[in-house]
């Protein structure tokens, strides 16, 4: 059996094993099980320190700029965050590589005798996502890394990774998502996401809403945190339009950071960068960092599936975007960086997420929609999903299509049909995160 295969065989025991366990969007508030699994295991999440990151949109893409970061200084880094795109590997990634298919099924095998254990004591067996996390604990202490970075599943408060004390905190904006879990309200979802805020920490704090701010500062307060505010102790102090990303100024915690190139795209992924290096600067003591390690870290950050582009003539676009506050910093994003006359989407999504709000963001900025499903047990079905279409778009400007291979192939005609703007027309496909992973694999960016 070759390598590939043997990880391809590996990987797929793992998948049918984990399979059994509660899917990843359902979730009890409680981290008991965690817990008892990871004193089990021997407590590996405090083999290292931790950057831990929560907030409704851009967790990973800035957890993906401060691994980059952390590693141009010489770190070994793990990392993990969440959901995947592709693959689950990607969920444990050292030294900026995911782990491979067989050391995943190594992992599996090292906390599979504990779990057992762990659930004929609880009142629900663990889950999908707390079994994840044990894995990705062990791999980084088993590594050994010099930093984690840890992105949360879901809220803050009762998500399995806040077993972890992380050294930063980078809580990143908060809106409303997942409200069956973590509230209606900014403030309730605020205060779920808080919970990683530990005592002595370092919060770096996005520019937020007032109602979440204040929930976040009380938490700060609470706990004796140090706290560092986007627009007063950092910010983005200036952006310009770059060849394949962005050309910025930040300031930091610790001075002026010029000339930093920022090979992805919109402002929110500027914001992004200054929470990223914000945190970094934290971790190293809160002082000004070497100038030239930052603009590489920064040069070498990549984020899969967020606003990214697949394909030329026409242009696709893939973006991850799953929720109102996440689609409008994307479709600004799309507006400001990419001059399109003719612009289709070709959308799919979850049926537990406000559709209706992402498509009414999306209509002004598209010529036309075709609606489709994604492979999730969660998604949306089509029919559903086109009468919300049609309600939004007209039945004129909507195209339904069972398949996203086909949903993709005629968005790509519809961009096409713009004769004059040849060259100007683009396909965005967006609408969730596994909307983004499927159409990367069908186009062939893995």
């Known amino acids: 059996m070759s390598g590939s295969e043997g990880d391809r065989a590996a990987l797929t025991r793992v998948e049918k094993a984990l399979s059994t366990r509660w899917p990843e969007g359902r979730m009890d508030p409680t981290l008991d099980r965690i817990r008892v699994l990871v004193d089990l295991l021997g407590n590996p999440q405090r083999a290292y320190p931790v950057v831990h990151l929560t907030g409704t949109n851009g967790k990973t893409s800035t957890a993906r700029m401060i691994d980059s970061l952390l590693r141009s200084f010489g770190l070994r880094v793990g990392r993990t965050t ?22 995943f099924a190594e992992l599996y095998d090292d906390v599979a005798p504990y779990l057992d254990m762990v659930d004929a004591k609880q009142r629900n067996p663990l889950s999908f996502f707390e079994v994840m996390t044990a894995m990705e604990f062990v791999a980084f202490a088993d590594a050994p890394v010099d930093v984690a970075v840890v992105e949360v599943g879901l809220g803050g408060s009762w998500d399995s990774t806040n077993v972890a004390d992380g050294q930063v905190a980078v809580v990143l904006p908060v809106a409303i998502d997942h409200s069956h879990y973590l509230g209606d309200t900014v403030e309730q979802i605020a205060t779920e996401k808080a919970g990683i805020i530990k005592p002595g920490a370092t919060a770096i704090l996005a520019a937020q809403q007032d109602a979440a701010a ?188 069972l398949r996203l291979d086909d949903a993709i192939d005629a968005g790509i005609r519809l961009a096409e049909e713009d004769i004059e703007g040849i060259g100007s027309s683009g396909v965005l496909i967006t609408g969730s995160v596994i909307t983004a992973g499927d159409a990367r694999a069908l186009l062939g960016a893995s």
Do not use: W
Not at 225 to 243: C, H, M, N, Q, Y
């Open 214 to 401: 204040d929930v976040l500062l009380r938490r700060v307060a609470e706990v004796e945190a140090t706290v560092a505010r986007e627009g007063l102790e950092f910010a983005v102090l200036d952006r310009r339009s770059a060849v394949d990303g962005q050309l910025l100024t930040l300031d930091g915690l610790g001075g002026r950071y010029d000339d930093v190139f920022l090979p992805l795209y919109g402002a929110h992924q500027a914001q992004n960068a200054a929470c990223a290096l914000a945190a970094v600067e934290a971790f190293f003591g809160g002082e000004a960092i070497n100038a030239d390690l930052v603009r590489a870290g920064f040069a070498e950050a990549t984020s899969p599936g967020r606003l990214e582009v697949l394909r030329t003539s026409p242009t696709v676009l893939v973006d991850a975007g799953h929720n109102p506050h996440g689609m409008a910093a994307t479709v600004a994003a799309v507006g400001e960086s990419f001059a399109f006359t003719r612009l289709v989407g070709v959308v799919a999504a979850l049926a537990d997420k406000d559709v209706r709000g992402m498509l009414e963001i999306l209509e002004p900025a598209l010529h036309s929609i075709v609606v489709t499903e994604n492979s999730s047990h969660r998604r949306l079905p089509v029919d559903d999903l086109a009468a919300l279409a049609v309600g939004v778009f007209g039945a004129d400007r909507v195209t339904v299509e």
């Open 82 to 103: 969440s959901p995947h795109l592709e693959s689950y590997t990607e969920r444990i990634v050292i030294d900026g590589e995911p782990v491979s298919g067989v050391r």
